[in-house]
């Protein structure tokens, strides 16, 4: 596995997942709940997503200034 299994025990996977498909929620949001960096956030779901659903995935976000909070001009009020 990529990613530390002791912090992946503490988390809830499919709430990770729901998480890092959604638009609005950005890496940095992920890392301020979970602790976990974009990279560690791209292992896991490449460990917990099935091969080609990882690649959509990678492809619906890379590049996607929303994932990124110095890249938006909102401010997100929730986590959805």
């Known amino acids: 596995m990529y990613f530390d299994k002791q912090?992946?025990?503490e988390f809830n996977k499919n709430r990770l997942i729901e998480m890092a498909w959604q638009?609005?929620?950005s890496f940095d949001t992920i890392k301020e709940l979970y602790g976990f960096s974009e990279?560690?956030?791209k292992n896991m779901m490449r460990?917990?997503?099935k091969r080609s659903s990882f690649k959509m995935w990678r492809k619906r976000v890379q590049g996607r200034a929303t994932k990124h909070k110095l890249?938006?001009?909102y401010k997100?009020?929730?986590f959805q």
């Open 71 to 73: 890249k938006v001009n």
């Open 23 to 25: 638009d609005r929620v």
């Open 76 to 78: 997100t009020t929730r």
């Open 39 to 41: 990279n560690e956030v």
């Open 47 to 49: 460990d917990l997503l």
């Open 7 to 9: 912090k992946a025990v």
